[in-house]
């Protein structure tokens, strides 16, 4: 049976009576940050590189009227994990700014919240058109996982109006910077090509370990300026994220619509770390299980 665990600060909630103040800041201006992770069992995937990413995000955005200590959100991440029933679950972590100086004399604070939810892991095929949204390379937003989420929303939003699952987000430049939820990557004669960091993308965590997978495995990577039309030619193509890990792409609306078929790569690296995860081979480097 499906199963909420709803965490506010350092308190579990029923999820039917979890609230945010009206008067928080983030509800008016979209300011805060969150973090997708995946839990098996009683373990976190990737939880230092999560929130190293989210604390760089807190510095690079001067964010520091968040309700963030990494100790303090470590240990409520590994109580709502061990909480959670299912063998494998999706997290959200989630920081919202508080105090709004919009309206004086209401005084909410930062919250901290973390949902647990049961996940299934799956190979799933996905479609693909380009986004209506632009995005510049210089925008400091970029790069960050903000709740700021607008551009994301509006390119999925876009794509399944047509019946596509994601929409791709071009730069100014006209480069490929990731997808409305997913960073993006293709396959050519062996090799893997992936679009470059500052096209604008977010750093994904899945990303990262794909690109150290194709190095332990002697597979060339070569992160470019990649524009749409170099989709065309590709033998594979793929999403990655921390909950999808690889998804194959079977379709992309361009000049006219391209199909493709799920790889041996993509497939191979799905597998890999799926393995990987329910082995328990991504360790829990944060070294932190308190109650």
Not at 2 to 8: E, K, L, N, R, Y
Not at 47 to 67: T, V, Y
Not at 74 to 80: F, K, M, Q, V
Request: with cysteine; net charge positive.
């Amino acid at each position: 049976m499906s199963q909420t665990i709803v965490f506010i600060n350092d308190r579990e909630v029923d999820y039917r009576s979890a609230t945010v103040s009206v008067f928080d800041y983030t509800l008016h201006c979209g300011i805060g940050l969150f973090e997708s992770i995946l839990g098996v069992d009683r373990r976190l995937i990737f939880p230092d590189e999560h929130l190293d990413r989210m604390e760089q995000s807190i510095k690079r955005l001067h964010l520091r009227k968040l309700n963030y200590n990494r100790e303090r959100i470590a240990r409520i991440l590994y109580r709502a994990v061990s909480r959670h029933p299912a063998k494998i679950k999706k997290m959200k972590l989630l920081l919202t700014q508080g105090y709004s100086p919009l309206w004086p004399g209401t005084r909410p604070g930062p919250k901290a919240i973390i949902i647990v939810v049961d996940y299934q892991l799956q190979y799933v095929n996905q479609s693909l058109l380009i986004s209506p949204m632009t995005v510049h390379t210089d925008d400091p937003m970029r790069g960050n996982k903000t709740l700021n989420f607008m551009t994301e929303w509006l390119s999925q939003d876009a794509a399944m109006a047509e019946g596509y699952d994601q929409g791709m987000i071009i730069n100014q430049q006209g480069h490929i910077a990731e997808t409305g939820s997913a960073n993006l990557f293709t396959v050519k004669s062996g090799e893997l090509y992936t679009p470059s960091l500052d096209s604008g993308g977010l750093p994904g965590i899945i990303r990262r370990e794909i690109i150290r997978l194709a190095n332990t495995n002697r597979i060339p990577v070569h992160e470019i300026h990649m524009r749409p039309e170099d989709l065309t030619s590709a033998d594979e193509v793929f999403t990655t994220s921390s909950f999808k890990l690889v998804w194959p792409v079977v379709r992309i609306k361009l000049d006219r619509i391209y199909k493709y078929h799920p790889g041996p790569l993509s497939k191979a690296l799905f597998e890999r770390l799926r393995s990987n995860l329910m082995t328990g081979k991504y360790e829990d480097r944060l070294n932190y299980s308190g109650n």
